[in-house]
């Protein structure tokens, strides 16, 4: 298909001005053809196998960068959840060492994360699950790049709360371990995980994915930001369909080099995720946009439709741009690394109970906030539960990543450093759910028998 010159003037203006980029390019490998009796031989393996990838990967992506002029931000690898590959070596030194091992070859090729360090539980633990969990403080704190995940409940099995009771507590211990409790960044609990989400903290190669596959995250806030800021007054049909041609825009170039960093490395293109991801950078701000509808901060009222018809115009232009939109493909609102959403909070404009409305129509969850160090761990259980029931009964991803600071209490700022960004820390609800979280068990399954 022929370009105008109009086209390729908007799109060098998108990446000059409006930091459009590839936000990740994340490298899925399945990791079961390394198991062996060996414990060393499983762990050379492992290592092999993903440093030999990620080279691959660091290399053809600076290629692509030079080629096509647009800057493919972060480079990946996400493996077969580990709780898989370690049941028959299920001691928690070797675990440990499982971590360093990938946190090694993630170094040594120069990739920024590697992810799937994590279990899927939602139904029960086995013997290896359960281990992984008591590690996870030790891993955390001790690796640079290992990020981890818990997929503890789907829309057709309900929500495993004796897993989510396990993770209030290993927060708790990861903060002591970490300084300002940033190993707690690394980690996020899911229902409803998809098995090729390319963003980190929670990407995983799923059991039903190819040994290979290359999943691309695009982002663009800026983007829309400035599309909405040059249709201040037209109404809301209008805006939803200026955003949605402003998506497919965004998802074809995002398509166009996953593609071909696919063909060079000689693996499957998985999907291209299209969630607007912000950085702390000024104007890459999904809080900016949702102030340029006309919300004075994000957090008031008001704020839950705009980011609504966002939400639905991002994935109404991505579907129209390509068949192989996946991931998660929606909205992120992080606290910690969005510019907006921290002066909103600062400014007392949003709190913990409008951000968990607000995600109810984006799909992402709570992300990277920071509450009092002292919260005790049934709380934090109970916000996790809270978020995560708004995923498991509307049948959508959603997820946590809730960062308890020791020391700190609510209005502090804590520095995360690079893009984790700085968090302000936000109040917590003092009463307690203790006699109800103790009760366990698992929330049921919604109906799905009448769909069959």
């Given at each position: 298909m022929p370009f105008e010159v109009e086209e390729i003037y908007e799109t060098a203006s998108m990446i000059l001005r409006q930091h459009l980029d590839i936000r990740t390019t994340t490298l899925g490998l399945n990791l079961k053809d390394c198991i062996d009796s060996d414990f060393g031989v499983f762990r050379k393996n492992v290592y092999d196998k993903v440093c030999s990838h990620a080279e691959r990967l660091i290399a053809e992506s600076a290629r692509l960068e030079r080629k096509y002029g647009i800057p493919v931000v972060n480079k990946r690898i996400a493996v077969t959840p580990v709780s898989l590959i370690m049941e028959t070596h299920c001691e928690p030194e070797k675990f440990l060492e499982m971590a360093q091992t990938l946190?090694?070859?993630?170094?040594?090729?120069?990739?920024?994360?590697?992810?799937?360090?994590?279990?899927?539980?939602?139904?029960?633990?086995?013997?290896?699950?359960?281990?992984?969990?008591?590690?996870?403080?030790?891993?955390?704190?001790?690796?640079?790049?290992?990020?981890?995940?818990?997929?503890?409940?789907?829309?057709?099995?309900?929500?495993?709360?004796?897993?989510?009771?396990?993770?209030?507590?290993?927060?708790?211990?990861?903060?002591?371990?970490?300084?300002?409790?940033?190993?707690c960044a690394k980690f996020v609990v899911f229902v409803n995980a998809p098995e090729d989400n390319p963003f980190m903290a929670g990407a995983f190669h799923g059991v039903g994915e190819a040994d290979a596959a290359l999943n691309i995250g695009i982002s663009g806030p800026g983007v829309v930001r400035s599309v909405v800021e040059q249709n201040r007054d037209c109404d809301l049909t209008r805006l939803s369909e200026v955003i949605k041609r402003t998506v497919f825009k965004i998802t074809r170039a995002g398509e166009l080099i996953g593609r071909e960093l696919a063909r060079s490395l000689d693996i499957g293109f998985g999907i291209v995720d299209i969630s607007l991801a912000s950085t702390t950078a000024r104007g890459d701000s999904v809080a900016g946009v949702i102030e340029?509808?006309?919300?004075?901060?994000?957090?008031?009222?008001?704020?839950?439709?705009?980011?609504?018809?966002?939400?639905?115009?991002?994935?109404?232009?991505?579907?129209?741009?390509?068949?192989?939109?996946?991931?998660?493909?929606?909205?992120?609102?992080?606290?910690?690394?969005?510019?907006?959403?921290?002066?909103?909070?600062?400014?007392?404009?949003?709190?913990?109970?409008?951000?968990?409305?607000?995600?109810?129509?984006?799909?992402?969850?709570?992300?990277?906030?920071?509450?009092?160090?002292?919260?005790?761990?049934?709380?934090?259980?109970?916000?996790?539960?809270?978020?995560?029931?708004?995923g498991v009964i509307n049948n959508k991803t959603t997820a946590v990543r809730v960062i308890p600071v020791p020391g700190k209490k609510a209005g502090d700022l804590v520095q995360f450093g690079g893009l984790l960004g700085t968090a302000p820390v936000m109040h917590v609800n003092g009463f307690s759910s203790r006699d109800f979280l103790k009760r366990g068990g698992r929330l049921p399954a919604s109906v799905t028998s009448m769909r069959n």
């Open positions: 946190d090694a070859a993630a170094r040594d090729a120069g990739v920024d994360f590697i992810g799937g360090f994590g279990a899927l539980v939602q139904k029960g633990l086995t013997r290896a699950d359960s281990m992984l969990i008591d590690v996870l403080p030790d891993v955390l704190s001790q690796t640079e790049r290992v990020c981890s995940f818990l997929n503890v409940g789907s829309f057709v099995s309900g929500m495993n709360l004796d897993a989510v009771n396990r993770i209030g507590p290993m927060l708790k211990q990861t903060a002591a371990k970490s300084e300002n409790a940033v190993g340029a509808f006309g919300i004075e901060k994000i957090g008031t009222h008001g704020s839950t439709l705009a980011l609504a018809l966002l939400m639905n115009a991002v994935k109404k232009g991505g579907a129209m741009a390509s068949g192989n939109v996946g991931g998660l493909s929606g909205t992120f609102i992080p606290i910690s690394e969005d510019s907006g959403m921290i002066d909103a909070v600062c400014a007392g404009a949003l709190g913990l109970d409008k951000l968990e409305a607000l995600t109810a129509v984006c799909s992402v969850g709570l992300d990277m906030f920071a509450v009092p160090g002292d919260t005790p761990e049934e709380t934090l259980c109970a916000i996790i539960g809270d978020e995560l029931a708004i």
